[in-house]
């Protein structure tokens, strides 16, 4: 008999396929995260499990099941700050996700978002399909330079080094990042400072991983650290950024502008932002293309398949 598998988010066909084909598959037709009820039957009623961001499986969801059926979590994607991932594992969860496959995509995210919020792109195009456009004027729509600008990167994984790459060798910026430990090796010129430095540059990409350590790292204080010509990028984490001070900064002049692909309380965005001008925001766009949404779901799939053989998960956290 084959393994029951909950699958929590609808995926490409193709993945689906794959995981039919080695398990018994529920698939959810919502694109709504499990609520407190489904958390705990998912644990209950399932072998394995393969959720997604927002699918909540905090400790208080393994201390309500106390003899979960369920021997893993294969996260769909690289960021499991939703999982209480020490929880999971008292309660004899394995927890593996899907590193790699998103790197790529997320740094191209990073890109349009500085390009987008350093050009005016958004406020333009609104203004376009308004019928507000008068026609070419040399003083319309004056952006921010990108090529030669300096770019603070704050985390320095795969992510940040993918965004490190673009703005290099695509824009000759100047790049430099903070990073808890030290990182070498690098194929591109980069340099290595405290973060205070770091927020000291044209642009301040965050490419931190989520969780305790690294929410509101971007608060009042770092904000104040950060020039008043100068633009914020979060493609990581959307509780990395205290949204509220983010807002505060924005309406005092205390940034110029920033580019969001995530959200403090996603989905429900602050309606502050959404009425500036000087904001682009992004619906979780970061790894929405469907190769890499395929790659994600079929790493997730090998990850259930060698918890089913009895083998080393290829991805575990």
Not at 39 to 55: C, F, K, N, S, V
Not at 289 to 302: F, H, N
Request: proline content about 5%.
């Amino acid at each position: 008999m084959k393994q029951k598998l909950l699958i929590t988010r609808p995926l490409p066909e193709r993945v689906l396929a794959a995981a039919r084909a080695r398990f018994d598959v529920t698939a959810r037709a919502s694109d709504l995260p499990l609520d407190a009820d489904e958390l705990r039957a998912a644990l209950r009623d399932y072998d394995m499990i393969l959720p997604t961001l927002g699918d909540l499986f905090r400790a208080d969801v393994f201390a309500d099941v106390a003899q979960p059926r369920a021997k893993i979590l294969a996260n769909f994607g690289v960021g499991y700050n939703h999982i209480d991932v020490a929880a999971a594992r008292a309660a004899g969860l394995a927890v593996s996700n899907t590193p790699g496959a998103v790197t790529d995509a997320t740094a191209d995210i990073a890109m349009t978002l500085i390009l987008m919020t350093a050009r005016r792109a958004g406020e333009g195009e609104r203004m376009l399909r308004a019928g507000r456009w008068q026609g070419w004027a040399p003083t319309q729509m004056l952006g921010q330079h990108v090529s030669g600008a300096r770019v603070g990167i704050i985390g320095m994984g795969r992510i940040g080094k993918a965004i490190a790459q673009r703005c290099h060798f695509g824009f000759g910026m100047e790049v430099s990042f903070y990073n808890r430990s030290v990182v070498e090796g690098l194929a591109f010129p980069a340099t290595q400072k405290p973060l205070a430095e770091v927020l000291d540059a044209d642009y301040v990409v965050l490419a931190v991983p989520g969780g305790a350590e690294t929410r509101h790292l971007i608060n009042a204080e770092t904000l104040a650290q950060i020039r008043p010509d100068a633009i914020l990028i979060n493609i990581s984490r959307g509780d990395v950024v205290d949204e509220a001070a983010l807002v505060d900064a924005l309406q005092s002049g205390g940034i110029l502008g920033a580019g969001l692909d995530v959200y403090e309380h996603e989905p429900r965005v602050s309606p502050a932002l959404i009425q500036m001008e000087n904001v682009t925001l992004l619906p979780h766009l970061g790894t929405a293309c469907l190769k890499v949404r395929e790659a994600m779901g079929m790493m997730a799939v090998d990850n259930l398949i060698a918890a089913l053989e009895g083998r080393p998960l290829p991805n575990p956290v």
